[in-house]
DNA sequence: AGCGTACTCGCTATTTTGGGGGAGGGGTGC
DNA sequence: GCACCCCTCCCCCAAAATAGCGAGTACGCT
């Protein structure tokens, strides 16, 4: 049983690793200390594109990806709609895909009980962090509710050595937007015609078009929708 | 002295809180146990458009709006780039409009040390957890140490409670788009046109349209940008 | 005092999107 | 069996965005 003790050795431990190998080991320790089948941390990524640790197995890894699960797992969509932790089990797996996607993680050694940590960094950043394991639902309920707290510290802590020790998946630091640069992106994230923006912001049409071409150019984006979407994924704007 | 029955005292009352007064009192709390002069949630919206509470002096949080300090605060600022925590010396304060910034809050009694928490909620949300104090240099060391920990789980617990009293800030739920939805609007964030994308799925660029529009439809967007928008801040889509 | 940057305005031509129709085949769930 | 949704294809035309020129003011930093 994990107390106060186990959990400061194991957040010191991640703070002083700096090795992927040494993760790998303190997340063994998790599952050992508070005795749950596996423990994941998942760096989901925008293009399909994956950074994980842990202790699922190599082959359903694999066939995650695959897979592409990622587009299908409702852990996944639902943490990212979350900002509280997530027990599976409220999940929604009514959609056939889904109910495939569960069936083939359980048959490739998951728990059928897991609860999950959204967690966000800079940049749009994305991570889950989750643990799973095989019990009835009451072992289940005391066994997060006992442990909530410490898993979202863990998940913290986790991701912390992740965004160290990746530190080009930080998206590179886009050139600030300017106040105006970031009025103008912001009111066509929301629909607003170029026209209807120069007039809420009381400026010319023209001018508008020059924020909006400064703002692509400063994200490296070549056209409207690719700015704002830019803009939005760096956290630049919010909608 | 705060240890661990107190922050277990103290995130308790917060779970167990639904009024902002509650918040309020419990933020007061918090700063008689963890002996620090003021204590503040802050959830920073894009539009200029603050959700706050604690011990800061009235006068200073009116000023704070008044100025639009949130575009200079290099707390904010700071924050949003991070994922660790900051502490207010680390940060950059070179610039002069910063420097007035902080002349200004010490003199309407915002303690010379403070220690700063970025939290990320789903849809860009973004708020910032602080604990301000006036002391030395070391012995502020010592107590953000001592309690970086726990500040890191308050952060969470004050967030989850803002987000339950703001339920008009946070998304409603997705409608689910088709694969093809996904893909179209998936291909468009990244900057292809649509004849673009049409070629890059191999289909005609009228069904791509079909696409576009269905889904422009199912997510109440006026357009494709707003599409796009509304897609990314949903989870819909992954940039 | 000079440099860079943000902010503001104008024109024309071309390309891309949006809105309005319609039509058929295939899979899933009730 | 019959909805219902998903995927696929086609037309025309109006509206909006992009691309190419250029020019002036104000502010802060060095």
Redesign the pocket.
């Known amino acids: 049983m994990a107390g106060k003790a186990e959990l400061d050795r194991i957040l010191e431990a991640l703070d002083a690793t700096d090795t992927l190998d040494g993760l790998q080991q303190i997340i063994d320790q998790v599952c050992t200390v508070f005795g749950v089948d596996h423990a994941m941390y998942h760096w989901v990524d925008s293009a399909g594109d994956h950074y994980y640790f842990g202790t699922y197995p190599q082959t359903w890894v694999e066939r995650y990806q695959e897979k592409a699960y990622v587009r299908v797992d409702p852990v996944v969509a639902g943490c990212y709609q979350r900002f509280h932790p997530v027990d599976w089990k409220r999940l929604d797996w009514s959609p056939?895909p889904a109910r495939e996607f569960l069936k083939d993680a359980l048959e490739h050694g998951v728990g059928n009980q897991g609860y999950s940590i959204p967690i966000r960094g800079p940049n749009g950043q994305f991570a889950v962090f989750t643990v799973s394991h095989n019990c009835d639902d009451e072992a289940w309920e005391r066994l997060t509710e006992r442990y909530s707290r410490d898993m979202i510290l863990m998940a913290h802590y986790f991701n912390r050595k992740a965004l160290e020790f990746e530190p080009e998946r930080t998206p590179e630091q886009a050139q600030p937007l300017?106040?105006?640069?970031v009025d103008a992106l912001t009111f066509?994230a929301i629909g607003y015609?170029?026209?209807q923006v120069a007039k809420t912001?009381?400026?010319?049409?023209?001018?508008l078009?020059?924020?909006?071409?400064?703002a692509?150019f400063k994200l490296g984006a070549?056209?409207?929708?690719h700015a704002i979407a830019r803009a939005m994924s760096l956290g630049l704007i919010v909608i």
């Open positions: 056939k300017s106040p105006r640069e066509l015609s170029r026209a912001l009381s400026i010319s049409e023209h001018t078009r020059v924020y909006i071409e400064s692509r070549i056209n409207t929708t």
